[in-house]
């Protein structure tokens, strides 16, 4: 257990729809990693917040959405999915400084 | 903008041989450099990972790394290899972005398969 949670582990959605990914960060933590993990791209980064505050976006589109809540866990929103989103969602943490990031076991989201 | 280039999409190598994986960066400023570990059906798991000080620098399951500045490179190395190491890597760089922000981005993975 790396102390980073993610639920759900599966998901399985029609296209069209949307789903809520959401993140526990290790204690302690302040900021929060999403990544996108899929076959023909490789491990994308997404979005990063710190304490509350969008700090960094990467190749997010714009029907993805994230926050992070005053308890730290943060949610991915994905919306209006397409085939093309289907791929593993990874959330880190960090503390902060850029020396250690932590990763949870990730979602699984396919989109039929 | 940074970026990663591990040299080398899939490496098989028979069990007990050594083994080499290539990761090389382009950045301007220090940067923080690791190695992750990703087995079938898992999350990542951190080996190693150079923040400062000596440039060799040791992980778990016996592996090592070595950071070299003027070629810009954090070579991956086992001096022998385990069925069970068979997994994909990946070579990662973390870079402040301002603010106090730091970004972590990944090469595209290097497959190694152990041959028994």
């Known amino acids: 257990d790396s102390g980073v949670t993610q639920t759900p582990k599966h998901l399985i959605t029609a296209t069209g729809q949307r789903v809520t990914l959401r993140c526990s960060p290790r204690?302690?933590?302040?900021?929060v990693y999403w990544y996108q993990q899929s076959l023909d791209q490789g491990l994308q980064f997404l979005i990063q917040y710190y304490n509350g505050e969008e700090r960094a976006k990467g190749n997010i589109l714009e029907r993805f959405s994230a926050q992070q809540f005053p308890d730290l866990h943060s949610e991915l929103n994905l919306s209006s999915l397409e085939l093309g989103d289907s791929a593993l969602y990874f959330c880190?943490?960090?503390?902060?400084?850029?020396?250690?990031?932590?990763f949870g076991s990730g979602t699984r989201l396919t989109v039929v | 903008a940074q970026s990663v280039t591990q040299l080398d999409s899939q490496v098989p190598v028979f069990e007990e041989a050594p083994v080499e994986l290539r990761c090389n960066y382009s950045s301007s400023v220090s940067v923080y450099l690791f190695w992750y570990v990703q087995y079938p059906n898992q999350g990542l798991q951190l080996l190693l990972k150079?923040?400062?000080?000596?440039?060799l620098v040791k992980g778990i399951n016996g592996f090592e790394a070595e950071f070299n500045k003027s070629q810009t490179s954090f070579h991956l190395r086992k001096p022998s290899v385990h069925i069970s190491d068979t997994a994909e890597y990946f070579c990662a760089v973390s870079l402040s972005t301002g603010a106090g922000s730091y970004q972590l981005t990944f090469g595209k993975g290097t497959k190694l398969s152990v041959i028994p």
């Open positions: 150079y923040l400062s000080g000596s440039t």
């Open positions: 880190a943490s960090s503390p902060g400084g850029g020396y250690g990031y932590t």
């Open positions: 204690s302690g933590d302040l900021s």
